[in-house]
């Protein structure tokens, strides 16, 4: 008895044990990475951006095809010569197998593989980046929980000791040391302090559901967070990190080589294309019987090349060209945005380092003349209302302290994600970490293509340039920019409360164009 007593009680310590490491920021982490569904979402759908390679590539390689072939064909007509119709039937059957090989096309396959294989780059740099950012989601639900749960339990003791200086009051007020006036004050601020620990708590719970949903199971007590790797030590360190790693940046970057291939791609269709098909099979041209089947020999190289093409591949090749353009300013544009929220994390984490070190002094400033007014107040030369008030200090101390902790850690996470490195390869050791290019490499080992060692060299060289010209600059003003001449007074009079819509649901269209085509 006693020893299956103990061995309950060791199974219960591992259970414990278990779960205190399973509420580890580590642990969160490595959670999320398996089982968070948008993650996996991603990973499918680079899965399936991996096939595009797969299907660019396909011109390089054999096409074959079985062809069967099993036919009735009966015409009745009239006689020129003898009254009345005559029947004229035909059976015919037969089986081939046909193969068709492209030679060269002018470099417009080259071009189409280089442009999926920037396209699969660009999204395992967007896997990157989602999953930065949804493991900074468990980072900054896991330190809201933990500031949520310091608050509460700051609003609880805060409560406490209210309810203790209201009980006090009304005790000296029945000795007529203290008024209602000075009761109403203590009453009044403990049901503030109350109302604030019910939204404290509802706080609490909102944090924890976040962690939930992203981490994939609820918290329980959570370990204090360490201390995170890949901080650079400068600002301009920052920069020069997001600039050479962030996913964000290189997304946009990679996108914009793939434009510059499908301009080449576009050009190339002005090539002329050859291809090598052939046949072989048996065919039975006027029986169904199969000793009437005769061997059927089939070859040619075909040869063709656009001249006139109704302006269609120019217009491709100038909206190519515009796409393109369109991606290189999104380059300069999400480079911007990078360095900005670069600096604001950075920022926040160094506004929040001096707010924490503010808060603690503050924190034990606050608690001791707390204790003096406390004194003051039982000998009777300190009023109610300064020890509310110092409360209410003392109060405001801690919460800065909560919310300081928070926001210098998850400012920190922040950087971090922008930077491209909250990654949980470089947080936690993840058992089973995903490998992007895993899914490509088996898919290619896959296809069958005798001929695509030969032929994609060649077709490399044929390919065209990719370059695009410079986007239309627009001029300076001619004078210093001004505003238009205002033509009526801001908004002004009694608010507005009414709001056009058809209660049919059918408003009339309008029939006059949009102000960016009219003449």
């Not at 491709?316 to 796409?323: D, G, H, M």
């Not at 300081?404 to 850690?409: P, T």
């Not at 296809?447 to 300076?476: C, E, H, M, Y």
């Not at 007074?489 to 102000?515: C, F, H, K, N, W």
């Amino acid at each position: 008895m006693k020893r299956a007593w103990f061995g309950a009680l060791a199974a219960s310590a591992c259970m414990m044990a278990t779960a205190a490491q399973a509420d580890s920021l580590a642990q969160a982490i490595a959670d999320a990475y398996r089982n968070n569904p948008r993650l996996e979402a991603q990973r499918a759908e680079l899965r399936s951006i991996d096939e595009q390679l797969i299907q660019a590539a396909s011109p390089y390689r054999l096409n074959a095809t079985l062809v069967g072939n099993f036919a009735y064909d009966e015409q009745r007509q009239r006689s020129l010569f003898a009254q009345g119709f005559g029947t004229n039937t035909r059976k015919t059957m037969g089986f081939a197998v046909s193969a068709q090989q492209i030679l060269l096309n002018g470099g417009r396959t080259a071009a189409q593989v280089s442009a999926a294989e920037a396209d699969i780059l660009s999204g395992r740099e967007r896997l990157r980046e989602v999953e930065n950012f949804i493991l900074l989601e468990v980072v900054d639900s896991y330190v809201s929980v933990r500031r949520d749960a310091a608050i509460v339990g700051i609003q609880e003791r805060s409560v406490q000791s209210y309810e203790r200086q209201a009980a006090q009051a009304r005790a000296r007020e029945r000795g007529g040391d203290l008024t209602r006036t000075d009761i109403a004050q203590a009453e009044a601020q403990l049901l503030i302090i109350r109302s604030s620990l019910a939204q404290a708590r509802a706080s609490l719970e909102q944090s924890r559901a976040r962690f939930t949903t992203v981490v994939g199971r609820t918290p329980g007590v959570l370990d204090v967070e360490a201390p995170l790797p890949g901080l650079p030590p400068t600002i301009d360190a920052a920069y020069r990190t997001a600039n050479a790693e962030s996913p964000s940046l290189w997304q946009t970057i990679l996108n914009e080589r793939a434009g510059r291939q499908r301009v080449a791609a576009a050009r190339a269709e002005r090539a002329p294309t050859i291809s090598l098909q052939g046949s072989y099979g048996y065919i039975s041209p006027v029986t169904y019987q199969t000793g009437d089947l005769g061997r059927a020999v089939s070859g040619a190289v075909n040869f063709s090349m656009p001249l006139l093409s109704s302006g269609v591949i120019g217009s491709r090749v100038r909206a190519a060209t515009a796409q393109a353009q369109q991606l290189g300013f999104q380059i300069e544009d999400t480079r911007r945005q990078v360095n900005q929220a670069v600096l604001t994390s950075w920022n926040q984490t160094i506004t929040a380092q001096e707010q924490l070190d503010a808060g603690r002094a503050a924190s034990i400033a606050a608690q001791s003349a707390l204790e003096g007014v406390r004194r003051g107040f039982a000998e009777g030369f300190r009023s109610n209302f300064e020890v509310l008030d110092s409360e209410q200090r003392l109060l405001n101390a801690q919460l800065i302290v909560a919310n300081a902790e928070y926001n210098h850690y998850a400012g920190q996470a922040n950087l971090l994600a922008y930077l491209g490195r909250l990654q949980a390869a470089a947080l936690t050791n993840v058992p089973a970490a995903y490998d992007p290019a895993n899914n490509l490499e088996r898919q290619r080992r896959s296809q069958i293509g005798p001929f695509q060692l030969i032929l994609q060299p060649l077709d490399k060289l044929q390919k065209p340039n990719g370059d695009t010209r410079a986007a239309p600059v627009l001029s300076a003003p001619p004078g210093t920019p001004q505003f238009a001449p205002a033509t009526a007074a801001p908004p002004q009079g009694a608010l507005a409360t009414s709001y056009p819509v058809d209660p049919s649901g059918r408003a009339p269209i309008p029939d006059t164009e949009p102000p960016s085509i009219r003449r």
